[in-house]
């Protein structure tokens, strides 16, 4: 079966065709990141305007790529939540109009579930169950995937996501949006040690994470270094960082796989680029005994592709949407905007 898929919650535009949830028969993405990078971030506004811009174009990019016909095309699967409302809006409503217009089924997808069902594209043996690692620039969380439909938030961050707290270090460090890969980039010129930053736990919640205590101290080390004419060693603070980030996650994904019974784990989301997360993951697991996988670099991000995976998933178990679905700008990754039923 072949779904046609968009995503656009963020800054990306993206339009895929996959088959069987497995097989990408084309994924064709517009990125917008050159042009917030002006801004140091995303504008809601102007990505909203880009996505109306270049979705139809893209669309049929991704058919004439997967060189396939409109008649082909099974099903329509659409971002629905979570991200800027204003971009999933176009997505979701030009998914909507192009599932009405060839008669097919409308497909709703939860974008972290889409993240985790990256993964199903590059490892041919994944099956669920397995705990999932979701960490993005607008989410962190701990995911007990039950089936490729049934999910149990275990943990989740309290304010910022990780991903946010990347850009925004490597914003006040000089450097550009986004800010994940130029992070990693100069952390790989030091080891660290340097700089103690905070570590945050959640009083009777072990699984929750909170990084906004570190994201306000690195704000207030840069900034305390240009107000005193101090040095900054901005290579140890960007590992520094990175090591905070990492003593945050790892334990907590370590003790979410012990409490769920979990020996295979999945890293999804932007920030599971980042390779001090992809090592220390990999270390941690390779000395459990835990089965890892990790996207390859490609998936990490956001695209179409993946929401046609987790779309077919979700097609098999039922899931349909008629014309009044609406988008979300924050969903429980366990709540379905739609009732399960086998048709």
Do not use: W
């Not at 971030?41 to 396939?68: C, F, K, M, N, Y």
């Not at 460090?173 to 010129?189: C, I, R, T």
């Amino acid at each position: 079966m072949k779904i046609l898929a968009f995503e656009s919650s963020c800054d990306e535009t993206a339009v895929a065709v996959v088959e069987n949830g497995r097989s990408v028969l084309s994924d064709a993405i517009l990125s917008q990141a050159d042009m917030h990078a002006l801004y140091g971030g995303v504008v809601p506004e102007i990505a909203s305007r880009r996505h109306v811009e270049a979705i139809a174009a893209l669309t049929e990019q991704a058919l004439r790529d997967a060189g396939v016909t409109r008649e082909q095309i099974g099903a329509v699967a659409a971002t629905y939540a979570p991200g800027l409302i204003g971009a999933v809006l176009v997505g979701l409503n030009f998914a909507k109009s192009v599932a009405y217009a060839l008669r097919v089924p409308l497909i709703p997808v939860h974008h972290i579930r889409g993240h985790i069902a990256a993964n199903y594209l590059a490892f041919p043996e994944l099956e669920p169950p397995f705990l999932a690692l979701c960490m993005s620039g607008g989410n962190t969380l701990l995911v007990d995937v039950k089936t490729y439909t049934d999910f149990a938030l275990l943990g989740a961050t309290r304010d910022d996501a990780a991903g946010e707290c990347f850009d925004k270090a490597a914003r006040v460090l000089g450097m550009p949006y986004p800010g994940g890969k130029p992070m990693d980039d100069l952390a790989q010129q030091s080891e660290g040690g340097v700089y103690d930053l905070p570590r945050a736990s959640v009083e009777g919640h072990e699984l929750d994470m909170s990084f906004s205590g570190l994201k306000t101290a690195v704000v207030n080390l840069a900034h305390n270094a240009e107000q005193t004419g101090r040095p900054l060693d901005r290579a140890a603070l960007a590992r520094d960082f990175t090591q905070a980030v990492i003593d945050e996650l790892v334990p907590r994904t370590m003790r979410a796989a012990e409490l769920s019974g979990r020996s295979t784990i999945v890293a999804a989301g932007g920030v599971a680029a980042n390779s001090f997360i992809r090592a220390a993951l990999q270390s941690e697991c390779d000395r459990r005994g835990y089965r890892l996988y990790l996207p390859p670099l490609r998936l990490c991000g956001d695209n179409g592709a993946m929401i046609g995976a987790q779309g077919y998933y979700e097609y098999l178990a039922g899931a349909r949407a008629d014309m009044s679905l609406n988008a979300y700008a924050t969903r429980d990754i366990d709540d379905p905007i739609c009732t399960y039923s086998k048709q």
